[in-house]
């Protein structure tokens, strides 16, 4: 399940494309809940919350306390202001 490779795009539609069937690759447990619930967030939300609340939205699904904030010194200011949404 590659998005760049995807012709269909049925999260535009606000379908979740987890029902297609998943490399081996992707078989970890953690992994499938990962894609699971990333895709829904971007079928749920997809031009209705921006970025970074999609982002605060799939940590609220995954059940995450926290997250690192990763960033070239370029967008250190940006980096600030997410960190302060954070």
């Known amino acids: 399940m ?3 490779t995807c012709e269909e795009k049925p999260c535009r ?3 979740p494309c987890t029902k297609k069937p998943l490399p081996e690759a ?3 447990p953690e992994v499938k809940s990962i894609l699971r619930v990333a895709s829904e967030v971007e079928a749920e939300f997809y031009g209705v919350k921006n970025r970074l609340e999609e982002i605060m939205e799939f940590a609220r699904r995954m059940g995450y306390r926290k997250l690192g904030l990763v960033f070239c010194l370029g967008m250190a ?3 600030r202001l997410v960190g302060q949404v954070l």
């Open 2 to 4: 590659r998005c760049d």
């Open 13 to 15: 539609a606000g379908n």
């Open 26 to 28: 992707f078989s970890d």
């Open 77 to 79: 200011e940006e980096a």
